[in-house]
């Protein structure tokens, strides 16, 4: 069956180090990959996109990179803080540009 | 630049009664997306229109739940007879055309089905 896996339910990371999230798929073959940011009670909102021929994409303190042959994304943030404490949503694009979205991860960043 | 607006923001229902929900996308944008979002779960699509036309609605569970988009800009999620189950986030999004680029969100519609 196909899946879409966010490596867990909620992360804990020390203000300053770099948090590293984790976005997995099995039987897919996406166009690319979008990363979101949603805060309780907001929509989502849009972070990063890469496609299946790029490796690596960064802005600012984000950085994603997308590993068509391990079937994974990985969303870094560095000198993390608690401000970036929220939940992340992958999402891929399938056919016809139809977009799957994960679970998400609650990300924590500790004082 | 105005966001994308739902209304209302929550409702709170019993079963078997209906309930409607009100999107307006970001001025221009052509596509338009429903989401359902159960608590802990993402989004997922129930349907997109591009323009007045739907493009996708496999997973609208049509026995129960429509949606027009009339005149292309503003949208209506409607459910009827509403299940405990449908106790969610509804919400709505748009691009300016198709899913290739940032799909824009609007804060959602929080419904509680008792």
């Known amino acids: 069956s196909q899946k879409i896996e966010q490596n867990s339910e909620a992360l804990n990371i020390q203000e300053g180090k770099t948090a590293t999230l984790t976005c997995n798929y099995t039987?897919?073959?996406?166009?690319?990959l979008q990363w979101y940011r949603q805060d309780p009670g907001r929509g989502p909102v849009f972070l990063l996109l890469?496609?299946?021929?790029?490796k690596e994409k960064r802005k600012e303190r984000l950085k994603v990179t997308f590993d068509t042959t391990l079937k994974q994304s990985l969303f870094h943030i560095t000198a993390s803080q608690p401000a970036d404490s929220a939940t992340y949503l992958c999402?891929?694009?399938?056919?016809?540009?139809?977009?799957?979205f994960g679970k998400g991860t609650r990300l924590h960043i500790l004082p | 630049e105005a966001g994308v607006a739902q209304s209302p923001r929550y409702k709170i229902i019993e079963k078997r009664q209906s309930v409607a929900f009100w999107c307006n996308p970001i001025?221009?944008?052509?596509?338009l997306y429903w989401y359902q979002q159960i608590l802990g779960q993402g989004p997922k699509l129930l349907i997109q229109?591009?323009?007045?036309?739907?493009?996708?609605d496999s997973q609208l569970p049509k026995d129960r739940f429509s949606a027009e988009r009339l005149k292309g800009v503003d949208s209506t999620l409607k459910i009827q007879p509403a299940k405990l189950e449908d106790s969610a986030v509804y919400l709505c999004?748009?691009?300016?055309?198709?899913?290739?680029?940032?799909?824009?969100f609007g804060p959602g519609t929080r419904l509680l089905v008792l």
């Open positions: 999004a748009s691009t300016q055309q198709g899913s290739q680029e940032t799909q824009y």
């Open positions: 039987n897919y073959s996406p166009a690319y």
């Open positions: 890469i496609r299946e021929n790029e």
């Open positions: 999402a891929l694009a399938i056919r016809d540009d139809k977009i799957i």
């Open positions: 001025s221009g944008h052509a596509t």
């Open positions: 229109f591009q323009n007045n036309g739907v493009v996708d």
